[in-house]
């Protein structure tokens, strides 16, 4: 069994990151105030990998502490980017969902506690049952004002109310179930964007929306499930292994995909701009990662900018 690692002052931090792994310090008093903030494992467990001779747990010569905290912070920033407009196209849904299934069904509670309401085929079965137990115990929640005012005042919490407080996974598993017509009249305020691929990006973003929620490492992360083939895959010459698509199915650049087709064009533009300006900048500051291995990591093709040059229809 492998001797678990025993505990170390920020001291011996910095004395072992430098005397045994021989990355440059120097400014000793700023990495040690570094590791305090950030802590040794979601610093170097987190952003170590890219800096060292493959193969080897020796780290490219010259590597300093400064340039892992440089990657370390472009991830923050990036999480802090893509988390923006993961909450302005959830609180789109939330409003769209809301709107559409209360116009069918009405304002009343038991509404969207009615098995009946949703698309109950047997493929859906518990999908439904996990939701409905999910929607009682949010409406019976103490936690917000809002709801407490609205069962004291009226007995009643409308799906306009409640639904603020679900998670976007939540919001994915209740748009999985809706009625397919109520699917499709969501869809219609998105353009060309069919009912299967929009649950496709929903349970995609899902799992990128928690990562930057929860402060994990974003740049290199996949997910199991992946989005639809879409034109912009083929318009961008994107290559195959097989049938299947090297890049943005479950990478970031799959995210970076679902906001073209989600995000109005203004708004994906100035998304664009940042995500540029990030990129560029932390590729200045990175001396032993260039700039076309920091995009495979992303799952960036290389012409990810062209993004924006052609139509989604």
């Known amino acids: 069994m492998v001797t678990q690692k025993s505990f170390s002052t920020f001291e011996q931090q910095v004395d072992w990151l430098r005397n045994e792994k021989h990355l440059l310090i120097p400014d000793r008093q700023y990495a040690e105030d570094t590791l305090k903030h950030i802590g040794y494992f979601p610093l170097m467990g987190g952003y170590k990998h890219l800096f060292r001779i493959p193969l080897t747990k020796k780290y490219k010569p010259g590597t300093s502490f400064e340039e892992i905290v440089a990657l370390y912070e472009f991830d923050s920033e990036l999480r802090e980017l893509f988390f923006k407009y993961l909450l302005q196209i959830e609180r789109h849904l ?7 299934f209360s116009e069918k069904y009405g304002e009343s509670q038991a509404a969207y506690l009615d098995i009946n309401n949703y698309n109950n085929t047997r493929k859906n079965h518990a999908t439904i049952a996990r939701l409905i137990a999910t929607l009682n115990r949010a409406a019976s929640t103490r936690d917000y004002v809002y709801i407490d005012y609205y069962r004291s005042t009226y007995c009643n919490i409308p799906l306009w109310v409640l639904i603020n407080v679900l998670t976007f996974g939540n919001l994915s598993k209740m748009y999985q179930v ?29 799992k990128f929306r928690n990562v930057c929620a929860h402060s994990e490492r974003l740049f290199t992360y996949r997910t199991i499930d992946n989005i639809s083939d879409l034109p912009l895959h083929s318009k961008l010459s994107i290559p195959k292994n097989g ?27 100035t998304f664009k701009r940042r995500l540029i ?21 992303m799952g960036f093709p290389p012409n990810w900018k062209n993004i924006t040059r052609y139509r989604l229809n």
């Open 94 to 100: 939330r409003s769209l969902m809301s709107y559409y």
């Open 178 to 206: 809706f009625p397919q017509s109520l699917q499709s009249k969501i869809c219609k305020n998105f353009g060309i964007i069919n009912r299967k691929q929009m649950e496709q990006f929903l349970s995609v973003l899902t």
């Open 243 to 269: 049938i299947q698509y090297l890049n943005g199915k479950n990478d970031l650049f799959a995210v970076v995909i679902a906001f073209r087709y989600l995000l109005p064009a203004k708004d994906f533009l």
């Open 277 to 297: 300006r990030l990129i560029d900048n932390t590729s200045e500051k990175l001396i032993h990662i260039d700039n076309e291995e920091l995009l495979k990591r």
